[in-house]
C-alpha cells in the first residue's frame, strides 16, 4: 500500500498577473490544509518572486526552501500601460467613452487621464498590495511583525531570505530530493497527462486519450500560465512542481503617452 507523506513543490516563477497567482496560491494552501497527514515542501532553485512567492509561502511551517542563489521576495505589486489620448488630439482625433460609473475603467488606453482616474488606480493597488502582505503574514507569521520593511519589492538571495525569515533552509530542490532517498524514501517521477479530445480519442489506437485526475487535476487547472513538471514520492510520497511564468512588458519612448497601472505582482 501507498502511503503518501510529503509533498515538495518546486517553484520557478517571476511573478505576473494577481489573479492566477492568488488562485494558484489558493489551491497550493488548499492541499496543504485539507492533507493533515502530508507534508507540504516547498523549493525555490532559482526564483520565486513577487506571485512566485505569493505561491511558495504556502508551504507547511519549517518547509519552504531555497537555493543559495535563488531570487526570492519582491512583495509588492505594479503595473503600467500606454495612454495615447494626448497624441489622437494632437491628430485631431475625438475620443469617447461611455461608463456606468467613474470607477469602471478610471483609466483607459483612448481617454483622458485624470487625477481622480490615478488615484482610483492608485487606491486599488493599495488594497491588492495589503491583502498581498495579509497573505504572506498569515502564511509565514515569524515576518509577521517585520512584513513592512520586507514588502518594498526587492529580492533576497538564498542565504539573505534565510537570515530575514524569508525561508526556512538554504539547500536544492535535487539535495533534498537525494536526503529523502538517503533516508529510505522511493522516489518517483510523474508527468501530468492532457486529455484529448474526442477525435484524438477516436483515432488513438486503445481507443483512450490520456486522463489526469484527483487532486493533481485540481492543482493543474489552479495554476494558471505555469508550466509544471512532478514528481511523486512512495514511502512517503513527494510532489515536485517546476513551475515557470511570462513576463509581460510594455514601454514607450514617446514623452506624450502617459503610464497607467494594471496591476501585477
Not at 25 to 36: E, K, M, P, W
Not at 71 to 88: P, Y
Not at 237 to 244: F, P
Amino acid at each position: 500500500k501507498i502511503n503518501i507523506t510529503e509533498v515538495v513543490i518546486t517553484i520557478q516563477s517571476g511573478g505576473g498577473l494577481v489573479q492566477p497567482y492568488a488562485l494558484a496560491a489558493a489551491q497550493v494552501a488548499r492541499l496543504r490544509d485539507n492533507t493533515s497527514n502530508i507534508t507540504l515542501t516547498i523549493c525555490v532553485d532559482m526564483v520565486a518572486a513577487s506571485g512566485g512567492y505569493m505561491v511558495a509561502c504556502q508551504s507547511s511551517p519549517g518547509q519552504l526552501f531555497a537555493a543559495p542563489f535563488a531570487l526570492v521576495g519582491s512583495i509588492g505589486v505594479v503595473g503600467q500601460t500606454i495612454n495615447i489620448h494626448r497624441i489622437l488630439e494632437q491628430k485631431g482625433v475625438q475620443t469617447l467613452t461611455f461608463k456606468s460609473h467613474e470607477a469602471k475603467a478610471p483609466i483607459g488606453m483612448l481617454g483622458e487621464v485624470t487625477d481622480e482616474g490615478i488615484e482610483h488606480v492608485k487606491e486599488q493597488f493599495g488594497e491588492v498590495f495589503d491583502a498581498f502582505k495579509t497573505l504572506v503574514s498569515v502564511a509565514r507569521p515569524q515576518i509577521r511583525d517585520s512584513i513592512a520593511q520586507i514588502a518594498t519589492g526587492k529580492v533576497w538571495l538564498g542565504q539573505d531570505a534565510l537570515e530575514i525569515g524569508l525561508v526556512d533552509r538554504v539547500v536544492t530542490s535535487d539535495e533534498y530530493l537525494s536526503e529523502r532517498i538517503k533516508d529510505g524514501f522511493q522516489v518517483f517521477r510523474m508527468k501530468p497527462y492532457q486529455r484529448e479530445g474526442i477525435f484524438a480519442r477516436a483515432l488513438h489506437p486503445s481507443g483512450r486519450g490520456n486522463v489526469s485526475c484527483g487532486i493533481l487535476d485540481s492543482l493543474w487547472i489552479a495554476i494558471v500560465q505555469l508550466w509544471s513538471r512532478i514528481w511523486v514520492v512512495w514511502k512517503a510520497e513527494l510532489i515536485s512542481i517546476i513551475a515557470k511564468a511570462g513576463v509581460v512588458l510594455s514601454s514607450s519612448s514617446c514623452p506624450d503617452i502617459k503610464i497607467k497601472a494594471e496591476a501585477r505582482i
